[in-house]
């Protein structure tokens, strides 16, 4: 059973920071790719950045340069700093973890962004 949990997550206004945190726990072996999706009212779930555990990223093109991913294998966290953020960016933000082809995810948090 693996479990992943969110912290972070709350209200700034546009152009303020948040930084996103992810723990996983339980029986976890290679976890090879950790990553944020995020689900806007309204809208489908889209991936936001993905690392893996080498250290190889993967955003997509609207937080580039604004958001950074990274992670702490020996601690099964990953982390997602957010520059600059736009109201656009308001979504419930969830935590992915792929392992042995298996998708877990966390419950969700909140960010809301107020122009």
């Known amino acids: 059973q693996v479990q992943l949990v969110e912290s972070g997550g709350g209200l700034v206004l546009a152009g303020g920071s948040l930084r996103l945190s992810c723990a996983a726990s339980?029986?976890?072996?290679?976890?090879?790719?950790m990553g944020w999706y995020r689900q806007a009212p309204g809208k489908q779930r889209e991936l936001v950045a993905t690392?893996?555990?080498?250290?190889?990223?993967n955003y997509v093109d609207s937080v580039k340069g604004r958001f950074a991913i990274s992670r702490d294998n020996a601690k099964n966290t990953v982390h997602l700093q957010m520059n600059s953020l736009k109201p656009d960016d308001t979504a419930v933000y969830f935590c992915?973890?792929?392992?042995?082809?298996?998708?877990?995810w966390g419950k969700g948090t909140l960010v809301t962004v107020s122009s």
């Open positions: 992915n973890g792929r392992m042995w082809g298996v998708d877990y």
């Open positions: 339980g029986t976890i072996f290679n976890m090879n790719t």
């Open positions: 690392i893996t555990n080498g250290g190889s990223t």
